[in-house]
């Protein structure tokens, strides 16, 4: 009886965010249901233009001898139309996916337990008092891990969606979290970085953000409403004002042991108009919001982790992982061998 009573009274409260939430759902059902029509469309396509051409391939040789003039497919040309189906079912899940995220956004604004600007104040997250209380701690860190600079990967190797957005070497990262999982290896580098890390709550993402002199990051949008960014200066420009981010209609400038808040959902950008690197700690954690909004955000975050936008990153971020700590192993090699040549 107790519990009855304890339902009727939470679903009489909450009932205008869940019957939102269960619309959206809803929608993003039947949305799917569309998708998955025009996968299964573009699977079989894909899948019969294979095999014919495999089959194709196969039955030459033996109807050349009976005098038909049958094409040939190599496995080169093969493994071409393999790609272009997945660049193919690729470019659908985005154009999907976008209007899903869209929808979303909307709903887990309304969600928020926060301001919903450009930039948060930053005094209402107590927790992140102890990352700008030992920014030098963490700038010493990030140092070190520039001594490998060559061996930290630019933006758009982790991830080719970036391409637009990050050229040559002019934007490397290197992750300490990512897709809230620990890279461990890495974190060896930045211990006490991954330390204080690991006290915010439900962290995300964290890397050190290394700007090249005079590069410019065109205007972008993220992804999802549902969790804020972080930005604390680390080493900064002497001539810092030049050195600035805009997030829709608000520019900030970033300073050595400063942090700011900032919903990465308004359209950015950023530019360094110095002839010094910027180094920063990035890291995102999930936006406070009312339980329907935190539902919301999981529902994404599960459905974008069973996608290549999180696959291939993932994946890459493991290869650049071993690759650094295969760089860092042959300098200590490298300063052994000298060590011994000297004595």
């Known amino acids: 009886m107790h519990v009855a009573i304890l339902v009727a009274v939470l679903c009489a409260k909450y009932r205008r965010s869940f019957c939102y939430l269960i619309s959206i759902m809803l929608k993003s059902l039947i949305s799917w249901w569309r998708d998955c029509v025009y ?123 970036q391409h637009r957005i990050a050229k040559g070497k002019n934007w490397r990262t290197f992750i300490l979290f990512g897709f809230g999982k620990r890279l461990e290896k890495n974190a060896k580098m930045a211990p006490e970085t991954t330390r204080l890390l690991e006290t915010v709550p439900n962290l995300q993402t964290a890397w050190f953000s290394i700007l090249a002199p005079g590069y410019h990051i065109p205007a972008h949008t993220g992804v999802t409403k549902g969790v804020l960014r972080v930005h604390l200066g680390l080493i900064i420009p002497k001539d810092y004002e030049k050195c600035r981010i805009r997030v829709g209609d608000q520019f900030r400038a970033w300073q050595e042991g400063k942090l700011f808040i900032l919903d990465d959902t308004y359209n950015h950008e950023v530019w360094n108009e110095t002839d010094e690197e910027r180094v920063i700690l990035l890291f995102d954690f999930d936006r406070p919001m009312k339980w329907s909004g935190r539902l919301a955000n999981r529902f994404s975050i599960a459905a974008m982790k069973m996608t290549a936008f999180y696959q291939e990153p993932k994946k890459n971020m493991e290869t650049f992982e071993d690759r650094f700590e295969a760089a860092t192993q042959r300098a200590a090699d490298n300063l052994e061998k000298m060590s011994d040549r000297d004595n």
């Open 39 to 161: 996968f299964f469309r573009l699977f079989f396509a894909g899948f019969f233009h294979c095999v014919g051409s495999v089959w194709w391939g196969t039955r030459s040789d033996h109807c050349d001898s009976e005098g038909f003039d049958m094409p040939s497919v190599s496995d080169e040309q093969r493994k071409t139309l393999l790609e272009k189906f997945k660049e193919k079912k690729r470019w659908a899940v985005k154009r999907y996916g976008k209007k899903l995220i869209y929808k979303l956004a909307s709903f887990m604004e309304k969600q928020s337990l926060v301001e919903t600007t450009p930039i948060i104040p930053s005094e209402q997250f107590k927790f992140l008092e102890p990352l700008q209380e030992n920014w030098q701690v963490i700038a010493d860190e990030a140092r070190e891990v520039l001594k490998f600079r060559d061996a930290i990967p630019a933006f758009q190797e982790i991830s080719r969606d």
